[in-house]
């Protein structure tokens, strides 16, 4: 898969419930349902990406864009299924899988920067890969 530019319809198995206004970084859009990410230091949210010091944070509730006038990029935590690359089988279940873009998670042996996504939970040739994005190496838990 490639980022999508397009809301997703993420599904998911379990939401904390708990929605998190980060700030928006400038000149950005991100689509309803895909992962969410800062980037150390920054403090302001962006689409998920394998960059450097990216720290996923969840999967956004809304599309927001800042050329629309959105200012905060509203983010929930908890276990959603995600694009597989191809890469993760079910040998990996319990395992770290990466980001690769905002709808797409990996292994840390193929991408670069190694932004931990969550957990796998589960693998399935349909719906991808499950992930906990609930544990402490994800964002500022």
Known sequence: MTATTSDRNTKESWNDGIVSAIPLTASTKIPKGVIVMVV???GTALNGADTA???VMGISTQLV?????HTVCPVMRGRFW???DGNITAANIGQQATILDNQTV???SVTTNDVVAGL???VDSVDGVLLDMTGSKIGAA
Do not use: E
């Open 82 to 84: 995600f694009g597989n």
């Open 120 to 122: 796998i939970l589960m």
């Open 106 to 108: 990996s292994l840390a």
């Open 65 to 69: 864009d800042t050329a629309l006038g």
């Open 40 to 42: 150390s230091g920054t």
């Open 53 to 55: 010091n990216g720290l």
